[in-house]
C-alpha cells in the first residue's frame, strides 16, 4: 500500500558558515576550512602531509555574517 505524503516546504538557512581554500605546498590540493581564526598546521586530505596556515580575521568573519543576516538576506531578493 502507497501512503499519500504532503510535499514537505523547502527549510531555510538558519546559519551560514565562510569557507576558505588553503593550497596544499606539497600537492596544490585546494583544502577547504571553515573561517579558521586561529593560526594552525592542518593536515591535506590528498597527501596526508601537514602544514601551517595564516588565519583568516574573526572581524571581518562576523561582519559578512552580519551583513547577511546569518545567511537569511541571501535567499530574500527584498530584504532590506
Do not use: H, W
Amino acid at each position: 500500500m502507497s501512503q499519500s505524503r504532503k510535499p514537505m516546504s523547502p527549510v531555510r538557512p538558519t546559519g551560514m558558515e565562510i569557507i576558505f581554500l588553503y593550497s596544499c605546498p606539497y600537492c596544490e590540493r585546494q583544502v577547504p576550512l571553515i573561517s579558521p581564526t586561529q593560526p594552525s598546521v592542518i593536515q591535506c586530505d590528498a597527501c596526508r602531509r601537514e602544514f601551517p596556515i595564516i588565519p583568516v580575521d574573526e572581524k571581518n568573519i562576523r561582519f559578512y555574517k552580519a551583513m547577511l543576516a546569518n545567511g537569511n538576506a541571501a535567499i530574500d531578493p527584498d530584504f532590506a
